[in-house]
């Protein structure tokens, strides 16, 4: 090994043939820990710290080799711009510096960059709105919320209203409200009725998630709408068997969605209180999916053939 990798003759073989000789030696650093691999590890870092002597082609295949991990940041900006920036971005290649001077040309690779970045600047941000990547937006709105980022995409939804940014937000909002400083210009924009129903989404959903240790306020709220009991179709997702009680005994109903996704989930205990409420009660027939949802399913398909028994037995 101190023949074939001292400096002088890797330099050598690396003129010849790059990738070969940094791939070469980088294999036998990889095998289990033994005097071989300790020589092996102890050549690679003596010639990753001769690198500066190779000519830039055998360099740059040693730093490949080694994912870029004992690369400057010069060395990794030069490489990204010479190689497969797929490979680089989606092998985590990168450093987080490296990924913020470069976020501008990352192009369709912009939603994996992100993935790997701690957080965006505001900038970034917009730069990522106006490329469209509205899934890498929703995705990163779950884990960054800073006022600035908010006010970036309140601004994109107000500017440019035929576009995504009004449905994002409108989500978001629905999930954690917004500040209060946020709120006024939309109030005063084409979207008011909109953003005030996703406001009293979010008020109706901690009045919900609070409920599950004290349902009193829920049942008071319920018996205050009179015979128009609704609850918006996001928020009786969350609902349990005791809440739903509650809903169906003020003459609240489930939306359809709502009940799939219940049945989706496998969800036993409200799927026998649906099936008895939502249908056997109010001669409701189950839709195409619905009915799909209760087949597929050994337990919920015999819990739905059990309660028609027991009905018709009854009106017999």
């Known amino acids: 090994m101190a023949v ?3 400096p002088l003759s890797f330099l050598i073989w690396s003129l010849f043939a790059p990738e070969g000789a940094a791939r070469s030696l980088y294999e036998k650093t990889l095998g289990a820990n033994s005097p071989k691999q300790l020589v092996a590890e102890f050549y ?3 010639i990753n ?3 500066n002597l190779m000519p830039w082609k055998s360099r740059k295949a040693l730093l490949l080799e080694g994912r870029l991990k004992q690369a400057s940041f010069d060395e990794q900006l030069k490489i990204f711009h010479q190689s497969d920036t797929e490979l680089l971005i989606n092998e985590h290649m990168l450093s ?3 990924l913020h001077h470069v976020f501008p040309d990352c ?3 912009m939603p994996q960059a992100v993935k790997q970045m701690n957080e965006l600047t505001p900038d970034e941000f917009n730069l990522l709105m106006y490329r469209a990547h ?3 937006v929703s995705d990163y709105l779950m884990q960054q919320r800073s006022e600035d980022i908010l006010r970036r995409l309140v601004d994109y939804a107000i500017n440019y209203p035929q576009g995504n940014a009004i449905g994002i937000l409108l989500w978001y909002i629905k999930r954690n409200s917004l500040p209060k400083r946020l709120i006024a210009p939309l109030i005063n924009s084409k979207f008011k009725d909109t953003v005030m129903e996703a406001l009293n989404s979010y008020g109706e959903r901690q009045i919900i998630l609070s409920a599950k240790e004290d349902a009193s306020l829920f049942e008071a709220i319920c018996k205050k709408m009179g015979e128009e009991v609704y609850v918006q179709k996001e928020n ?3 609902f349990d068997e005791d809440l739903y009680k509650i809903y169906h005994v003020y003459g609240g109903k489930l939306d359809d969605d709502v009940i799939e996704y219940f049945l989706s989930k496998e969800n036993v205990g409200m799927a026998k209180l649906i099936f008895k409420w939502e249908f056997l009660k109010n001669n409701r027939e189950l839709n195409d999916l619905q009915l799909a949802l209760v087949s597929s399913s050994p337990v919920l398909a015999k819990e739905w053939l059990k309660l028609q028994t027991d009905d018709d037995a009854a009106a017999a």
Request: aromatic residues 20%; neutral net charge.
């Open 107 to 109: 192009g369709n690779l």
């Open 4 to 6: 074939v990798y001292n």
């Open 96 to 98: 987080q510096e490296v």
């Open 49 to 51: 710290w001769c690198r």
């Open 134 to 136: 509205w899934n890498a």
């Open 44 to 46: 690679w870092d003596l």
């Open 236 to 238: 009786q997702r969350l």
